[in-house]
């Protein structure tokens, strides 16, 4: 996401509200797009890798809740911002809701509060860019879990060299993982998470457990002492957020794993 060029992509038939916002937002850190119409930003939108929408809410043909309705079913991704002539309350929290608005700004505006806003719209994107990527890296890690776990089950004479290949997964992984054996007694932890917990990467539960807080230990107990949990727990390890989740399922037990990402500040 840093190597990528930030874009913003402002709609409004007025073209003194335009010439406006080219003044006031302009910027070395993003790229802006000018749209007169809701056409013509979709036509935009088609061509470019928007990240931030700004839209004018009354327009002629196809007006902002409409537009940004559109844009929210054709590239989700893209945070939606309304600008408004109304300061009735009760009807923008309606906008907002209904067409998935991130935040408003009113006309005439405060130059300072707009760029706030638009700042506030790329920062939001890349929260959630980064969340999504966790999320499918996350996805991966478990996958990736549970084909190693099947594998050794079922190769008793080649564990030792698929143990290789799991410790070379986990050390891939830029994200601190420790994974729990379904046994309940060894744990597997990569080169990111020995450094948060200074564990070993092959080392015992008791010792895990005794490297956390008696809140945290109780927490992971919970996921250790059953045969599978169907839900999801996050926990806070100094700067780190893990989330614990139980691998397989009810009648696959794989054993529990640990994930953790960087916490985000806004």
Known sequence: ???????????????GIIK????????????????????????????N?????????LMPQMDGIEL???????YPDVIRLILTGTDDKKMIAQLINSGGIYRYATKPWSNE???????????????????RRLVEENKKISEELVEINLRLNSDKENTESLLKIYSEVLDSLDSPL??????????????AARQVLNI????????????????????????????????ITIVKIGDIKFKIKSLGSFNNYMGVVMIGECLFTI
């Open 113 to 131: 509060e707009l760029k706030s806003i638009v700042a506030q719209g790329f920062e939001y994107y890349k929260i959630n860019s980064e969340n």
């Open 49 to 57: 890798k928007i990240h931030v929408v700004l839209s004018d809410l």
């Open 68 to 74: 940004l309705t559109k844009v929210k079913e054709k």
């Open 20 to 47: 406006a916002l080219q003044r006031v937002l302009k910027s070395e850190d993003y790229e802006v797009f000018f749209a007169s119409s809701g056409q013509q930003a979709l036509e935009l939108l088609k061509n």
């Open 200 to 231: 070993k990467a092959r080392d015992t539960l008791d010792f895990l457990l005794s490297r956390l807080n008696d809140e945290l230990k109780q927490v992971l107990k919970k996921y250790v002492d059953v045969e599978y949990r169907s839900d």
């Open 1 to 15: 996401m840093d190597l990528e060029q930030l874009k913003l992509l402002c709609v409004d038939d007025d073209e």
């Open 178 to 191: 420790v994974y729990i054996d379904s046994f309940r007694k060894e744990i597997r932890a990569n080169e």
